[in-house]
C-alpha cells in the first residue's frame, strides 16, 4: 500500500531547445507548465499524513521560483543541458528530492517523489525519485 499526497504550482520560463527534432522550438520561446509535485510513503505518520502539505508546497515554491521567469539558456546550473520538458522535470525533481533529504518538508518516512510538468492540456513528462 502506498500514500500520496501531490501540491501544485507553476513555471514560467523562456529557452530554446537544441536539435532538429525541435523545429521552431530551437529559436527562443516562451513556455509555461504547470508543476505537480507528488509524495509517497508506504505508512503515515504519527499525525496521519503522508506531508505537511503547507511545508511541501513552501519547498516546491522556491525551487521553482528561482526558475521562473528565466531565460534558462542563461542559466550557469543548466548550460549544456536541452531543457526539454523531460529534464527540467528531473532538475526539479532532484532538488526537490535534496531540499526533502535535508528535512525541509519534516516527513522522514517519504519513500519517493514524482514531478510532472504538464505542457498543455494534452501532453505532459514525469520524473520519479526514490528516497
Same mark, same amino acid.
Given at each position: 500500500?502506498?500514500?500520496?499526497?501531490?501540491?501544485?504550482?507553476?513555471?514560467?520560463?523562456?529557452?530554446?531547445?537544441?536539435?532538429?527534432?525541435?523545429?521552431?522550438?530551437?529559436?527562443?520561446?516562451?513556455?509555461?507548465?504547470?508543476?505537480?509535485?507528488?509524495?509517497?510513503? @508506504? $505508512?503515515? *505518520?504519527?499525525? /496521519? %499524513?503522508?506531508?505537511?502539505?503547507? #511545508?511541501?508546497?513552501? &519547498? +516546491?515554491?522556491?525551487?521553482?521560483?528561482?526558475?521562473?521567469?528565466?531565460?534558462?539558456? @542563461? $542559466?550557469? *546550473?543548466?548550460? /549544456? %543541458?536541452?531543457?526539454?520538458?523531460? #529534464?527540467?522535470?528531473? &532538475? +526539479?525533481?532532484?532538488?526537490?528530492?535534496?531540499?526533502?533529504?535535508?528535512?525541509?518538508?519534516?516527513?522522514?518516512?517519504?519513500? /519517493?517523489?514524482?514531478?510532472?510538468?504538464?505542457?498543455?492540456?494534452?501532453?505532459?513528462?514525469?520524473?520519479?525519485?526514490?528516497?
Amino acid at each position: 500500500m502506498t500514500f500520496s499526497v501531490t501540491v501544485r504550482d507553476h513555471l514560467m520560463i523562456a529557452h530554446s531547445l537544441r536539435g532538429d527534432v525541435f523545429g521552431p522550438a530551437q529559436q527562443l520561446h516562451g513556455a509555461t507548465f504547470l508543476v505537480d509535485a507528488t509524495f509517497r510513503a @508506504d $505508512e503515515l *505518520d504519527a499525525d /496521519g %499524513v503522508v506531508v505537511d502539505i503547507g #511545508r511541501a508546497g513552501d &519547498v +516546491v515554491r522556491e525551487i521553482v521560483g528561482a526558475l521562473t521567469y528565466r531565460n534558462l539558456d @542563461d $542559466e550557469p *546550473d543548466l548550460q /549544456g %543541458v536541452n531543457t526539454t520538458t523531460e #529534464r527540467l522535470c528531473q &532538475v +526539479v525533481g532532484d532538488r526537490l528530492a535534496a531540499r526533502v533529504r535535508d528535512g525541509a518538508v519534516g516527513a522522514a518516512r517519504l519513500t /519517493g517523489i514524482t514531478v510532472t510538468l504538464h505542457e498543455s492540456h494534452v501532453a505532459w513528462a514525469s520524473y520519479e525519485v526514490s528516497l
